[in-house]
């Protein structure tokens, strides 16, 4: 077993108390028993037809944050309603702490609701579990990212280049772990395919960056990113600036959006990163194929 492979299986195996929580929440039982109180009251409000503001307050990543507000904003247009998004999560809150950061790193393309009742977005009717590429013109249409939130994805010498994203962490609560291996040898295969040379590598595992420099050498590049996962601790729950996280965060959806051809792996960040503007091939890798 190589020193890349006993890395793979420390992570997989680690079961830290966090990871634990993580299970507790995303029980059904536990969900529904502690969000009564505020679907009762959005419920309410939305019966009145009065305004709402939904609030992603939940700690979570860039990509659950805009899954959540598409659900709002498919709602809001479903029910005909007044209804604007705020992001108040602490996974990556400004260096000066505001109620609402979504002007920090996006651009609203309309104002929220003035006197409006601000409800959790989680307590929202929604009608069923939408696919990210459903909600995505809604999310976009809503907002977009700030020019200068991306500046590191800017300047690049080549156009045509490949993208890696391998989501580790405590994915595998979600979705099961993929062999760093089987990952690269997709990723060289599908690049001899479209006769591509140059390979952007994301993840949030150093050992795939590490190991995907020893297999592609200097045709190889990655952005020097602070937030990474330790003991099976994603990155937007580190204890690293939130805005740091977030530009970060933003800078990789940009060049994985930027590439002709995305070698991806189970994750929300890079699913979101495939419905910006581009001319792209996706190839989503499992542990079977």
């Known amino acids: 077993m190589t020193v890349h492979q006993k890395i793979a299986e420390q992570v997989r195996r680690h079961e830290t108390a966090y990871c634990w929580a993580v299970k507790a929440v995303h029980c059904s039982a536990v969900r529904t028993a502690t969000g009564l109180p505020a679907r009762r009251a959005a419920r309410k409000h939305l019966s009145g037809g009065d305004a709402l503001i939904a609030d992603i307050r939940a700690p979570m990543g860039m990509g659950g944050i805009l899954s959540w507000s598409g659900r709002a904003l498919e709602m809001a247009e479903r029910l005909r309603a007044p209804v604007g998004v705020r992001f108040s999560a602490p996974t990556y809150q400004p260096d000066e702490p505001v109620a ?46 700030r020019p200068e939130m991306i500046c590191q994805a800017r300047g690049i010498p080549f156009s045509d280049y490949a993208a890696v994203h391998f989501r580790g962490g405590d994915k595998y609560l979600e979705a099961p772990r993929v062999p760093y291996e089987l990952v690269l040898r997709r990723v060289e295969e599908q690049m001899r395919q479209d006769g591509l040379y140059k390979l952007f590598v994301a993840s949030d595992e150093p050992g795939f960056v590490a190991l995907a420099r020893e297999h592609f050498g200097s045709d190889c590049w990655s952005l020097p990113l602070r937030a990474v996962t330790v003991d099976g601790r994603p990155p937007h729950f580190s204890d690293i600036p939130g ?42 890798v499992g542990p079977n194929s």
């Open 100 to 145: 609402d950061w979504l002007d920090s790193y996006f651009v609203r393309t309309r104002p929220c609701p003035r006197a409006a009742a601000v409800l959790s977005a989680s307590a929202l009717p929604l009608a069923r579990t939408w696919r990210i590429p459903e909600l995505a013109p809604r999310v976009w249409e809503y907002l977009s990212i």
């Open 243 to 284: 805005q740091t996280k977030a530009e970060e965060a933003l800078t990789t959806m940009t060049l994985l959006a930027g590439s002709r051809l995305c070698v991806r792996t189970e994750s929300l960040m890079s699913e979101w990163a495939m419905t910006l503007p581009g001319d792209r091939r996706v190839v989503l």
